[in-house]
């Protein structure tokens, strides 16, 4: 257990609404990712922090934004749900460990709908 | 653009078989190439793992074969199990400064009796 969490663990939301997942972590990694896991894409990376308040962008950044206030939190929102959104978001964590970014550790993930 | 391919799609292996999923990749400054295993409803987790400066790297039984001049690994599980049924993702990671994993497509391997 990489003592990481992600709330919640189900949504259903309607297009055009905000939503706003969380990641929490206990460890101190310094390293965090948020992922999208879609059939026959596999895990593509959406945005990653590598301290507080550093984050950048990954592969499918459009229409998500993050924010990190604290070590332990890492949020994505969805200014505006898109049907396309609708996918398994995976929150990841690694540095504390090792000291390295590489080993990444992952969540239990977030199912999300947008009807 | 799609950094490491990786394949078959779907394997079916008979129990005590053994196992290979395939992975390629492009881009020579990859250095660390990891494979994570994910059961249904659940994160994916890190299985093994590899550096180019080694051919292969054993865990159990979890193989990984290293080709540095190919731009090709694979994992081999030897003697499968009904419980090593899940879907495996191939990655790679290059340490030129931004902090990310590249993922393959992923393998759905299901082991039957």
């Known amino acids: 257990d990489a003592g990481i969490t992600q709330s919640p663990r189900h949504k259903v939301t309607e297009t055009g609404t905000p939503v706003t997942l969380r990641c929490h972590q206990t460890?101190?990694?310094?390293?965090m990712y948020w992922y999208r896991q879609d059939p026959g894409h596999g895990l593509r990376l959406i945005h990653y922090?590598?301290?507080?308040?550093?984050?950048d962008k990954g592969e499918v950044s459009d229409g998500y934004s993050v924010s990190r206030s604290k070590t332990e939190d890492f949020l994505l929102t969805l200014e505006s749900a898109t049907s396309s959104q609708t996918s398994v978001y995976f929150c990841?964590?690694?540095?504390?460990?090792?000291?390295?970014?590489?080993?990444?550790?992952f969540g239990p993930g977030t199912r999300l709908t947008v009807t | 653009q799609q950094q490491v391919k990786q394949s078959p799609q779907s394997l079916i292996v008979q129990k005590g078989g053994i196992s290979i999923i395939n992975c390629a990749y492009e881009n020579t400054a990859f250095d660390y190439f990891p494979w994570y295993q994910q059961f249904p409803g659940k994160g994916p987790a890190l299985l093994i793992a590899?550096?180019?400066?080694?051919s292969e790297k054993k865990e159990g039984r979890f193989t990984i074969s290293f080709n540095k001049s190919a731009k090709q690994f694979s994992l081999h599980i030897m003697d499968s199990q009904p419980g090593d049924s899940a879907t495996y993702f191939c990655?790679?990671?290059?340490?030129?400064?931004?902090?990310?994993?590249?993922f393959g497509t992923g393998t759905r391997l299901t082991i039957i009796p």
């Open positions: 590899i550096r180019p400066d080694v």
């Open positions: 990841a964590i690694s540095g504390a460990r090792s000291g390295r970014a590489h080993e990444q550790y």
């Open positions: 922090s590598y301290g507080v308040k550093d984050t």
């Open positions: 990655a790679a990671w290059a340490n030129f400064g931004n902090e990310k994993l590249t």
């Open positions: 460890e101190n990694h310094r390293y």
